[in-house]
């Protein structure tokens, strides 16, 4: 099926890469992914590295994403880092509530809500990231829990801004562990997050939105998930670490 969304892949690198190795891998990335104009290729790098990676990657079709920010744009936050010093480095998109931070920070919905709101706010579009635990899908509990994250995490957004933000759909279970929803589980989970943002915004922006699925995305079953009708595009962890094979994810998604 056609869809009219442009799918967009980004590569979550995570606590990985120094500076010169993030730099080595998006040269590698920018020779290998040169033609591609069908796919909107972010990478998301540790803050540290977003510097040297912003000068390699002008004037090519890679943007930037950071994988986190402060909900607050400056002050007394040791070690925090605001939207207004992101966007010094061209940075586009930000993850935001990504499921390791839930785990291991505590981020909870509301405060995922005012990050985005905050990054809208300094025109850098908010990767949002949702997904259930083992425990949860087995104890039939999937949608109470996408629905509480959905609309807690984006609670005050405008259209508009619901328009221009990004969700990703990863499953706890299936992030880090070679162990990929199955097709029909991400689509289903897909299509209820789409029919829930028609509900709290309306059906166009539900038509509109970009929904990533993320959790063992790899060459291999990327062509599967990315035809999905409601899937539009992958949150990548560890395959967008080599080049070969982040560049293999996107070139077998179009
Ligand atoms: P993996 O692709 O390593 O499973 O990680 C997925 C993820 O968490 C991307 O944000």
Redesign the pocket.
Known sequence: MQKDRKLII???W?MNKTAAEGLALVNDLKLELANVKEVDIVV?PPFTALCEVSRAILNSNIRLGAQNMSEHSSGAYTGEIAAGMLKEFSVRYV?LG???RRQYQKETDALIAKKALAAHAAAIRPIV?VGETLAERESGQTEKVLDTQVRGSLAGLSKQQMEETIL?Y?PVW?????K?ATAAQAQEAHAFIRKLVGTLFDETVARRVRIQY?????ASNARELMGLPDVDG???????LEPRSFADIIKNSI
């Not at 299936?174 to 070679?178: L, P, R, S």
């Not at 993320?214 to 790899?218: I, L, Y």
């Not at 992958?234 to 967008?240: I, T």
């Open positions: 980004a590569g979550n995570k998301c993850i990504h499921s390791e990231c990703a990863e299936a992030i880090g562990t070679g990929t993320g959790g063992s995305v790899k992958a949150l990548v962890g560890g395959a967008s």
